[in-house]
């Protein structure tokens, strides 16, 4: 069945400092969706990428959809305390389905 | 707040017994979504309706485990037998055009 990984699983990074994660699926997608959970929290919506190669950006956010469909990457620039938390890529099969399947998570700690 | 309100927030069980949690989203998303998470862990994907239909279910979904909703509003997700191995938190999500609004979720303990 679909697979949606992540890497790395934790990221510490010095306040300031870029940060990056990384999403693979195992099957082409319809679509992306990022979260965002923070500790205690429930996963919160973030953005969805729909077209191959979309990028789009949110503040210090800039988020990818690879060409092929397949990956994607979200990059924050200039970490600030605010970021800590963890970050989920989603996916939707290319298949006319609604099952979202989630990656294990990227969690980031921001170092003041 | 999404909207999405799960009940009871936390459930602390023996194992064998039957628990069962609820879920009322937002009215005018039609499709709902169960799923489990555990520590260090993404969502796990359980379930998800179509209005009253259930449309897919996941391997995990074991006979121990259903989840209904009856009347395309709210939902329920009832485990039997619960085993300690089924210690998670266990999120409702409501969605209309594929982004998903999570509820708080509902913390399963079983001793």
């Known amino acids: 069945g679909q697979q949606v990984m992540q890497i790395p699983q934790y990221q510490h990074v010095q306040e300031g400092e870029d940060f990056t994660t990384y999403c693979n699926s195992s099957t082409t997608l319809s679509n992306i969706q990022w979260y965002k959970q923070r500790p205690g929290g429930h996963p919160v919506f973030l953005i969805q990428?729909?077209?191959?190669?979309e990028v789009k950006k949110q503040k210090r956010l800039t988020f990818q959809f690879g060409e092929a469909k397949k990956n994607s990457s979200l990059h924050i620039t200039a970490t600030q305390t605010t970021d800590v938390g963890t970050y989920f890529c989603?996916?939707?099969?290319?298949?006319?389905?609604?099952?979202?399947?989630f990656g294990q998570g990227t969690t980031l700690q921001v170092k003041p | 707040d999404t909207g999405v309100s799960q009940d009871p927030r936390h459930k602390i069980t023996k194992r064998g017994q039957n628990v069962t949690f609820r879920c009322d989203p937002i009215s005018e998303h039609n499709r709902l979504y169960w799923y489990r998470q555990t520590l260090g862990q993404g969502p796990e994907f359980l379930t998800y309706f179509q209005n009253e239909a259930q449309l897919e279910k996941s391997r995990l979904l074991s006979d121990r485990f259903s989840a209904e909703r009856p009347k395309g509003s709210f939902s329920t997700l009832e485990i039997q037998r619960t085993e300690q191995g089924d210690s998670a938190m266990y999120l409702c999500a409501a969605a209309e055009l594929g982004e998903l609004f999570f509820g708080e979720g509902s913390r399963l303990t079983v001793l």
């Open positions: 989603a996916g939707y099969g290319s298949s006319n389905t609604g099952k979202l399947i």
């Open positions: 990428l729909v077209k191959s190669g």
